[in-house]
C-alpha cells in the first residue's frame, strides 16, 4: 500500500480564502479530504489589510475544511502573494580544495550560499531559492553533483524575495488561531505542482495565475524556472472598469462580468444589449454588449503586455515556450480569454489538467483550485526530498528564522 502524507494547503485570496486538506501518496496521487472555502474580506492584492475581518473569513473557512475533511488543522502550507514579489537568476561558483576527492553535499550548501549572494532591499527576505541547474568542470546540467569528481562547481538559481513584513504579517495572523505555518510557497510555483507535467516544464511552459488583486507567473525551460513575478492587477480591476465605464453599482458590474463577460467581440443580433434590471437603489440600465467586452478585453489585454514586459526584461524569451501558455485563478474561467493570450504572446493557450487526484474531486478540478491543491503536492515533494537533504535546515526553523527577522530559507 502506497505511503501517505496529510497536508494542507492555504490560500489567502483577493476574492476567497480556500482551505484544502489532501492525502499525498507516494505514487503520485493526491486524495482530497476535504475543502472549506469562504468570502475573502480585509484582503486587498492578496495581502491581508484588516487582520480582524481577515481572521473571521479564515476560521469559517477552516471550520468547513474541518468539518469535511474530519481533520484537525493545526498546520498549513501557506501560499503568498503580491507585487512586493520579485525574482532574480544568479550563479553561484565553487572552487574544490585539491585535498577532497568528490563533491559533497556541504559543497552544495556552500554554492547555494554563493548563488545567493545578490544585492535585495535590506526590508526583503528571501523566499525560494530553487537550483535551476548545476555544472561540473563546464559539464552542463548536472542533475545530483554529490560524489562526482570535480574541480569546479557552478549551481544557477532562481530567487525569490518579497517584503518582510508583509510576509510577517500573514504569518503572525495565523498563528493567533494558532496554526502552524510549515512553508510559505509562491502561488504560482505551488500551482504548477498539478498544473504542468514534466514534458510540458521540459519543452517550455508559462502559467498565469490571475486571481481577483493579482497576476502571478512562472515561466518554465529546460525544466527549470525561468523567470517568475507577480503584477498587482487582476479581475477586480476589471470590475472596477466597468463600474465606472457603464455608472453601475460595483456588485452589479462584478455579476456583469461573471455571467455575460467576454474578451471576444460582441454578437450580433438580439444579444447587442444585456437588460440590468433596477431595484431601490438602482434605475436600471441596458448595457451594450459590444462595450462590456471591450472594456475587459483592454484590460486583460493590458496585463498580458505587463507580464510579456516582465518576462523579457528579465533576460528569458517566449521563443521557448513549445508547450504553451497554461491559465488558472479565477479570472483565467473569462470567455475567449485563451485566445486574447494566444494574440498577445504568440504562443498556443493548452488546457490546464490536474494530476491525478481522488475524493472530492468533481467541484475542485478547476483553474481557480490549482494553487492550494498545487500546495499540497508541494508539500509531498519537500517532505519526500528531506531524507535525502539532512543538512538542510527544517522548513519550521527556517519560519522562525522569518519571524525573528532573519531570511527565509527554501
Known amino acids: 500500500m502506497a505511503k501517505s502524507n496529510i497536508f494542507v494547503g492555504l490560500e489567502i485570496g483577493t476574492h476567497k480564502i480556500c482551505v484544502v486538506v489532501g492525502d499525498a501518496k ?11 472555502q469562504a468570502p475573502s474580506r480585509g484582503v486587498r492584492k492578496g495581502e491581508i489589510v484588516d487582520f480582524e475581518t481577515a481572521q473571521t473569513c479564515l476560521q469559517d473557512a477552516l471550520v468547513r475544511a474541518e468539518d469535511r475533511s474530519d481533520v484537525m488543522v493545526r498546520k498549513v502550507w501557506l501560499a503568498i502573494t503580491g507585487p512586493h514579489l520579485e525574482s532574480v537568476n544568479n550563479r553561484g561558483v565553487l572552487r574544490i580544495p585539491d585535498d577532497q576527492s568528490e563533491i559533497t553535499e556541504d559543497d552544495i550548501e556552500e554554492v547555494k550560499e554563493q548563488a545567493s549572494n545578490v544585492a535585495i532591499p535590506p526590508d526583503n527576505i528571501f523566499l525560494h531559492r530553487i537550483i535551476r541547474h548545476y555544472w561540473v568542470d563546464g559539464q552542463e546540467k548536472v542533475q545530483n553533483p554529490v560524489g562526482m569528481l570535480g574541480r569546479k562547481l557552478e549551481a544557477d538559481y532562481h530567487i525569490v524575495h ?14 493567533e488561531f494558532p496554526l502552524e ?20 516544464r521540459t519543452q517550455g511552459a508559462l502559467l498565469m495565475d490571475i486571481g481577483g488583486g493579482t497576476t502571478d507567473f512562472v515561466l518554465y525551460e529546460d525544466g527549470a524556472i525561468a523567470a517568475s513575478g507577480s503584477i498587482g492587477v487582476g479581475g477586480d480591476h476589471i470590475t472596477n472598469d466597468l463600474s465606472v465605464v457603464l455608472k453601475i453599482p460595483h456588485s452589479r458590474a462584478e455579476r456583469l462580468k461573471v455571467e455575460h463577460g467576454s474578451v471576444l467581440p460582441a454578437a450580433g443580433g438580439s444579444e447587442d444589449y ?4 433596477g431595484d431601490a437603489t438602482f434605475d436600471g440600465v441596458n448595457v451594450d454588449r459590444e462595450v462590456l467586452n471591450g472594456v475587459i478585453a483592454a484590460r486583460m489585454e493590458e496585463v498580458f503586455n505587463l507580464v510579456k514586459k516582465r518576462i523579457l526584461a528579465s533576460g528569458s ?6 508547450a504553451g501558455i497554461f491559465l488558472c485563478g479565477g479570472t483565467s474561467l473569462l470567455r475567449g480569454l485563451d485566445q486574447l493570450a ?3 504572446f504568440g504562443v498556443p493557450v493548452r488546457r490546464s489538467s490536474f494530476t491525478p487526484m481522488t475524493g472530492l474531486t468533481s467541484n475542485f478540478e478547476s483553474p481557480q483550485y490549482a494553487t492550494p491543491i498545487g500546495l499540497i503536492r508541494y508539500a509531498q515533494r519537500v517532505e519526500s526530498e ?10 519550521k526553523d527556517a519560519m522562525d528564522s522569518v519571524l525573528s527577522g532573519t531570511r527565509l530559507l527554501s
Open 26 to 36: 507516494a505514487d503520485g496521487s493526491i486524495k482530497i479530504l476535504g475543502v472549506g
Open 162 to 175: 518579497g517584503i518582510r513584513n508583509r510576509v510577517q504579517n500573514t504569518i503572525r495572523c495565523l498563528r
Open 181 to 200: 505555518v510549515e512553508d510559505v510557497v509562491f502561488g504560482p510555483i505551488a500551482a504548477a505542482q498539478v498544473v504542468l507535467n514534466r514534458e510540458a
Open 274 to 277: 444585456i437588460r440590468l434590471e
Open 317 to 322: 524569451s517566449l521563443d521557448r515556450v513549445a
Open 342 to 344: 494566444e494574440d498577445v
Open 386 to 395: 528531506r531524507p535525502a537533504r539532512t543538512l538542510f535546515r527544517r522548513m
